[in-house]
T-cell receptor, first 120, second 117 residues
Framework: DTGVSQDPRHKITKRGQNVTFRCDPI?????LYWYRQTLGQGPEFLTY????????KSRLLSDRFSAERPKGSFSTLEIQRTEQGDSAMYLC??????????????????FGPGTRLTVL | AQSVSQHNHHVILSEAASLELGCNYS??????LFWYVQYPGQHLQLLLK??????LVKGIKGFEAEFIKSKFSFNLRKPSVQWSDTAEYFC???????????????FGKGTKLSVKP
């Protein structure tokens, strides 16, 4: 399977603990995104990387959240001192800046299966 | 603030009925537009996309969408739904259009479609 993969698929933790999620994008994609989805809502943007550079962060990304993409391949999202309000599905997506025929791509994003976090 | 509105939270149809799901966005500039689908137990999948050109775009599984710039709308349609179309449908906008100057997608809240056999 050459799609976006995420690990773990489910995580149950106690309030106050730290958790880390991993995302492996489609191999040739240089952009990687993190979103959060809660019940009844669409995905909400958290942050994105172009290669190893973190280019944008949402105001949703509090100082307890940190994301890295050290070698421009896989990425990790860490949440420190988890709170019950952090319970959500955390989605990763990737896209390619490169389109066809030398034109820029159109940011078509491909999503992984998500990591469902439950904070007790 | 940029936002995407999906007018229907839950739509229930019988098989063979026609479908139209509304999507409006608030952004005055060029946009890329997407519809994603999430089948039960599966991850988000791209259904169709609009970047430029013909405002009527066709996607997978017989779905199509029409971009009406003057109405800031990108409604999803299917002439005849099947039970297997039961899923949640999300409209998404990438402000900035060609080249994607703004990286993230802005999603609507989704519309749950239930098709009765």
């Amino acid at each position: 399977d050459t799609g976006v993969s995420q690990d773990p698929r489910h995580k149950i933790t106690k309030r106050g603990q730290n958790v880390t999620f991993r995302c492996d994008p489609i191999s040739e994609h240089n952009r990687l995104y993190w979103y959060r989805q809660t019940l009844g809502q669409g995905p909400e943007f958290l942050t994105y990387f172009q290669n190893e550079a973190q280019l944008e962060k949402s105001r949703l990304l509090s100082d307890r959240f940190s994301a890295e993409r050290p070698k421009g391949s896989f990425s990790t999202l860490e949440i420190q001192r988890t709170e019950q309000g952090d319970s959500a599905m955390y989605l990763c997506a990737s896209s390619s800046l490169a389109g066809v025929f030398g034109q820029p791509g159109h940011n078509e994003q491909f999503f992984g299966p998500g990591t469902r976090l439950t904070v007790l | 603030a940029q936002s995407v509105s999906q007018h229907n939270h839950h739509v229930i149809l019988s098989e063979a009925a026609s479908l139209e799901l509304g999507c409006n966005y608030s952004y005055g500039g060029t946009v890329n537009l997407f519809w994603y689908v999430q089948y039960p137990g599966q991850h988000l999948q791209l259904l169709l996309k609009y970047f430029s050109g013909d405002p009527l775009v066709k996607g997978i599984k017989g779905f199509e969408a029409e971009f009406i710039k003057s109405k800031f709308s990108f409604n999803l349609r299917k002439p005849s739904v099947q039970w297997s179309d039961t899923a949640e449908y999300f409209c998404a906008v990438n402000p900035g259009g060609y080249g994607g100057s703004q990286g993230n997608l802005i999603f609507g809240k989704g519309t749950k479609l239930s098709v009765k056999p």
